[in-house]
């Protein structure tokens, strides 16, 4: 990337769309009253946001890279970012004109707040752009009602109270859009399915090969990669439909091999340790022990 524009501030962005600064840590924009003839994301090759950024896009044509993947955004989507994460832009359709809402708040903002001690419970975040939320009719209007509240805020004299209704309204947006994503993993059953159904067989591959010698036991972000899904994203799926966290998905089948290779008295249970990509023999007596109730030995002498 040649020119990163650092999104430092939610004034910062606002400057850039030339828009009104109504408060320093909070801001909602309205891409229907930005002065289009001044609209430009040149000489900017990509942006890097060190605050939380909401985008609801209701215009086709706009098109971005998020890890190296082109995305096009739908109408009528919802894509999130946190500090730290950065954008490339490009691939602008001639005719683009952009629609929607952004929504922009600072770390700072939730000093001392409910919000900021559960904030990165809030996994989205850390979703790619190729995982937005697609919402139906009624959840646009609920999200655009929570818009307009934040911004009646905004438009007020801040008093005492205004910290505290912009962050609950925050809140319960995103509350809402944790409710709005729960529906949208479970109509797209099949597809998650078909993950899953990879997911296993990666994970197969990966023990019966010499993989795990060579990288160390399996990671989440390994098969999220091969699958071409964001971690936090696989690991919700994962989640989701097995009610297991996809470490504890992993784990489970690396002590099913494990068993079998128990079995195999030729083998001490420091080479087995390695075999699975464990460094330390004890990690991994460790591991079968808490999921057996018995150590790698012991286990091999019961059976």
Not at 234 to 249: I, M, N, P, R
Request: charged letters at 25%; hydrophobic letters at 35%; aromatic letters at 14%.
């Amino acid at each position: 990337m040649k020119n990163v524009l650092e999104i430092r501030a939610v004034s910062d962005y606002c400057k850039l769309r030339h828009y009104e600064v109504l408060h320093p840590l909070v801001s909602i924009l309205d891409f229907d009253k930005i002065d289009l003839t001044k609209y430009t994301n040149k000489p900017y090759d990509a942006f890097r946001y060190h605050c939380y950024a909401v985008f609801l896009k209701d215009a086709k044509g706009c098109k971005i890279h998020y890890g190296g993947k082109p995305y096009d955004y739908d109408e009528g989507t919802l894509v999130f970012m946190a500090p730290g994460q950065t954008i490339e832009l490009g691939g602008f359709d001639p005719d683009y004109v952009p629609k929607g809402y952004a929504m922009l708040f600072h770390p700072d903002l939730l000093w001392g707040t409910e919000l900021g001690k559960k904030i990165h419970g809030y996994s989205f975040f850390s979703y790619s752009s190729n995982e937005a939320l697609h919402l139906s009719t009624k959840e646009r209007k609920v999200i655009l009602s929570l818009i307009e509240k934040i911004q009646f805020e905004l438009e007020q004299n801040l008093d005492k109270h205004s910290k505290k209704l912009i962050v609950a309204n925050i809140e319960l947006f995103l509350e809402y859009c944790t409710r709005f994503y729960d529906r949208q993993f479970l109509t797209r059953e099949l597809e998650n399915q078909g993950s899953l159904e990879k997911f296993d067989t990666l994970l197969n591959d990966y023990f019966t090969s010499d993989t795990p010698k060579k990288h160390g036991t399996p990671s989440v972000s390994f098969f999220a990669e091969r699958l071409h899904l964001s971690s936090n994203y696989f690991g919700d799926l994962v989640k989701k439909e097995t009610g297991l966290s996809a470490q504890e998905y992993i784990q489970n089948k690396l002590i099913e091999v494990a068993k079998e290779k128990v079995f195999d008295a030729s083998k001490s249970v420091s080479e087995i340790a390695y075999e699975l990509g464990f460094k330390y023999p004890q990690h991994f007596s460790r591991l079968f022990k808490q999921k057996t109730g018995h150590s790698p030995n012991e286990f091999r002498m019961l059976n």
